[in-house]
């Protein structure tokens, strides 16, 4: 987030508690060592994935299969 202001306007209120706001937010950042207190577990919005599994050797076959597909239809068409 960031606010633009030219050196010959005057900051407002709101704009100066935001920049508040971000220093204290950066401050305790850097005291924690990168740990907020107000970080989200976001463990439960992983129920999505539950139930997949990771790709198997034939992911391997498909991407090269397609792209001897994509290199033989180049070959037909630029070859005419």
């Known amino acids: 987030m960031g606010i633009l202001v030219e050196k010959d306007e005057e900051k407002s209120q709101l704009q100066e508690r935001i920049a508040a706001d971000l220093r204290e937010?950066?401050?305790?950042?850097?005291?924690?060592?990168?740990?907020?207190?107000?970080d989200v577990d976001l463990e439960e919005d992983s129920v999505y994935i539950e139930g997949t599994h990771k790709s198997r050797g034939s992911a391997i076959f498909w991407i090269v299969l397609v792209v001897l597909a994509l290199i033989a239809l180049g070959i037909i068409f630029f070859l005419k």
């Open 25 to 38: 937010r950066a401050y305790r950042t850097s005291q924690n060592g990168g740990d907020d207190d107000d």
